[in-house]
T-cell receptor, first 112, second 112 residues
Framework: EAGVTQSPTHLIKTRGQQVTLRCSPI?????VYWYQQALGLGLQFLLW???????NRGNFPPRFSGRQFPNYSSELNVNALELEDSALYLC???????????FGEGSRLTVL | QQQVKQSPQSLIVQKGGISIINCAYE??????FPWYQQFPGKGPALLIA?????SEKKEGRFTISFNKSAKQFSLHIMDSQPGDSATYFC???????????FGQGTTLQVKP
């Protein structure tokens, strides 16, 4: 069974640009989560989607947004990129909101 | 109050030894405590998790000890192997928030 898949795996952007990251959850999982893993800051919760709705968001500015599609895949959008947005963006999915989280391998974003 | 404090930051253990990583939390509403293992270039993988109604959980060489009154939990890796060399994260969450609060991580090196 395929795990959580993310694309792209690596990308480079310049300050002020916009980026869209994509995530396909494990089949049957309805909840999708986004985390940011920046050097020295550990894993920070970004967003939680369940059944197409945003259920919770972490302490990130509004330029971080996303959505979940009817097939439960998800996108994370980051507008007006800043240097400190350089990080590994991890997507995770779970069977239910109280279920175990399974992470993908992440999208590594470098902002120059 | 949302923090999870993890120690030590790094750990070197001889092959066959016991690796112990500790975490402490403040929020008494946390009710789920997982441990994740992350290899370089990979996403975190769930190792073992515990809920506060039990004081210990063992899966193979990995054991979580949980002390509800002290608000502490720890991961013990018995018979540590070089293949266990990775970064370990503890985490905690509160029901229905979809949000895992991660510790800062412990880099474990097991020497042959």
């Amino acid at each position: 069974e395929a795990g959580v898949t993310q694309s792209p795996t690596h990308l480079i952007k310049t300050r002020g640009q916009q980026v869209t990251l994509r995530c396909s959850p494990i089949s049957g999982h309805t909840s999708v989560y986004w985390y940011q893993q920046a050097l020295g800051l550990g894993l920070q919760f970004l967003l939680w989607y369940d059944e197409g709705e945003e259920r919770n968001r972490g302490n990130f500015p509004p330029r971080f947004s996303g959505r979940q599609f009817p097939n439960y895949s998800s996108e994370l959008n980051v507008n007006a990129l800043e240097l400190e947005d350089s990080a590994l963006y991890l997507c995770a999915s779970s069977f239910s909101p109280t279920g175990e989280l399974f992470f993908g391998e992440g999208s590594r974003l470098t902002v120059l | 109050q949302q923090q999870v404090k993890q120690s030590p930051q790094s750990l070197i253990v001889q092959k066959g030894g016991i690796s112990i990583i500790n975490c402490a939390y403040e929020n008494t509403a946390f009710d789920y405590f997982p441990w994740y293992q992350q290899f370089p270039g990979k996403g975190p993988a769930l190792l073992i998790a515990i809920r506060p109604d039990v004081s210990e959980k063992k899966e193979g060489r990995f054991t979580i000890s949980f002390n509800k009154s002290a608000k502490q939990f720890s991961l013990h890796i018995m018979d540590s192997q070089p293949g266990d060399s990775a970064t370990y994260f503890c985490a905690a969450s509160e029901s229905n928030t979809g949000k895992l609060i991660f510790g800062q991580g412990t880099t474990l090196q097991v020497k042959p």
